[in-house]
């Protein structure tokens, strides 16, 4: 048995907390007064948003600065590994939810629905999906698997490869292969996003595929609009990586910031495929 026992790090007491719960509130608060026209709400969104900034840069910016000074032991990266693991089960269970809706809706509402018991329904029903609902003013034309979405599958999948390329030069230390790897990945989600965005407007435009097309409509924009925003905040933790790794930040030894975001953004491209063939293709 060893003679010597490792410290734990314990940090110092952080100001950061309260601001993340102001920030919070401000955040509630003010959408809360915003949606029923009460002229502060946006102003409260907004300051809202400016503190939860704040609130990341700094507290991240101090984990970051405890990490290179090397304060952190075994037990500490054991603790982010299990925090980051549940954190990712949190997300699963979050879509998992959104997944059972559009599965109840599908598979077990409308076949119900459509075993003679549409007469308590509107005129039309017909038991089919996409369905629209009775409140849907004109026809709609459902999204297509094979555009726009089949290019976003081969993004994200792509940048699952660079993200991995990426991580081999960093245990290899291969310093250049890390970032150009990161780069890359960014960019493709970068690209990802952009083309969303573009179906988005294709959808409005073109389609008259909104988040009023009945279910159809709200489950599409549900699914594809939070996977978008997981999109968005792995692209935003990939670049904070990749300038660390700019830096000089990481060894093949110790990076499990790079293996948080990696996992993070893996589980992004594993919800996508689900979404692809779920919500577009089926």
């Known amino acids: 048995m060893s003679s010597t026992l490792e410290k734990y790090f314990v940090p110092e007491p ?158 290899k230390g291969a310093r250049g292969q890390l970032i150009n790897g990161l780069a890359l990945t960014v960019l493709l989600g970068v690209i990802f996003l952009c083309l969303q965005a573009y179906e988005y407007h294709h959808a409005y435009a073109e389609m008259n595929l909104t988040l009023a097309s009945g279910i159809y409509g709200s489950t599409f924009f549900m699914l594809t609009g939070f996977h978008g925003m997981h999109v968005t905040i792995g692209a935003t933790m990939l670049i904070v990586i990749l300038a660390r790794s700019i830096k000089g930040h990481f060894t093949a030894e110790r990076h499990f910031a790079f293996e948080a975001v990696a996992w993070y953004w893996h589980f992004v491209d594993v919800v996508w495929l689900f979404l692809f063939v779920v919500v577009y293709w089926l």
């Open 14 to 171: 952080s100001r950061f907390p309260i601001f993340g719960s102001a920030a919070l509130l401000l955040i509630g608060a003010g959408a809360a007064m915003w949606l029923n026209r009460v002229s502060p709400g946006s102003w409260m969104v907004a300051a809202g948003f400016a503190t939860l900034i704040y609130m990341l840069f700094g507290w991240f910016g101090q984990v970051v600065r405890e990490s290179e000074g090397g304060k952190y032991g075994a037990q500490v990266d054991r603790s982010f590994r299990w925090s980051m693991g549940w954190f990712i089960f949190s997300e699963v269970m979050f879509f998992a939810a959104f997944f059972g809706v559009l599965f109840y809706v599908r598979v077990l509402a409308l076949p119900e629905l459509g075993s003679g018991k549409s007469a308590m329904l509107w005129d039309g029903f017909k038991s089919a999906w996409p369905n629209a609902g009775p409140y849907a003013e004109e026809a709609f034309t459902p999204m297509a698997a094979w555009g726009i979405p089949a290019i976003n599958t081969a993004i994200l999948l792509s940048s699952g490869v660079t993200l991995t390329w990426a991580h081999w030069g960093l245990l």
